[in-house]
């Protein structure tokens, strides 16, 4: 037996494929339903409108995301600035995969720009700042003075790489603006 849960799961799980892979606006309701394996109407149960699937899409890659990149900074030996350029590193050999097609919030926010209000992009702000305020965290941790105008650099540094990598097909933009916000990073390590 399909449980409520599971199906609106399936539902979401179908739209961040087709939402990734080809963007909302190119995506139909009927699409996703059809991907989902369910009827139209079971996905009107579920969502009240394309728009609340939109916003469920985005919520879903939130956290996933977010402990990605925490990861990527663990995983990567040596002080805060390498740590840093070592998430760079990670996005670059992930942008090199053939299905890469950069940041699902950035992506969307581009389509919905003349829609401020949409929840998608209520969201896609909410993760950004929360990728802000975690590494704005990390770099008080480490006891850096100006750590909230580092995080705000390094987001930018980030996102910019996106769009780069995204126009030019090559991930090493992506390493060269880790090595930015490396170099950044570095001077406030020595004045601490």
């Not at 890659?61 to 990149?69: A, E, H, S, V, Y």
């Not at 720009?113 to 770099?139: D, S, T, V």
């Amino acid at each position: 037996m399909t449980t409520a849960s599971s199906t609106r799961d399936r539902i979401v799980s179908a739209a961040a494929k087709l939402f990734y892979a080809e963007g909302i606006r190119a995506v139909s309701v009927d699409a996703v339903a059809e991907a989902a394996g369910v009827t139209k109407r079971t996905l009107y149960y579920h969502f009240d409108s394309k728009d609340d699937l939109i916003a469920a899409y985005l919520d879903g890659r939130d956290q996933p995301n977010l402990k990605l990149f925490q990861k990527w900074f663990t995983e990567t030996e040596g002080d805060v600035a390498t740590r840093v350029e070592g998430i760079f590193r990670n996005l670059a050999r992930a942008a090199r995969h053939p299905k890469w097609k950069g940041c699902g919030f950035l992506r969307t926010s581009a389509e919905l720009a003349n829609m401020p209000g949409h929840p998608a992009m209520r969201i896609g702000a909410a993760h950004k700042k929360k990728f802000e305020n975690w590494l704005r965290q990390c770099l008080e941790d480490e006891g850096i003075d100006g750590a909230e105008l580092l995080a705000r650099q390094v987001l930018l540094l980030l996102d910019g790489s996106f769009a780069v990598v995204l126009l030019h097909r090559d991930p090493s933009y992506m390493e060269t603006a880790g090595m930015a916000a490396a170099s950044l990073i570095t001077p406030a390590l020595s004045s601490r």
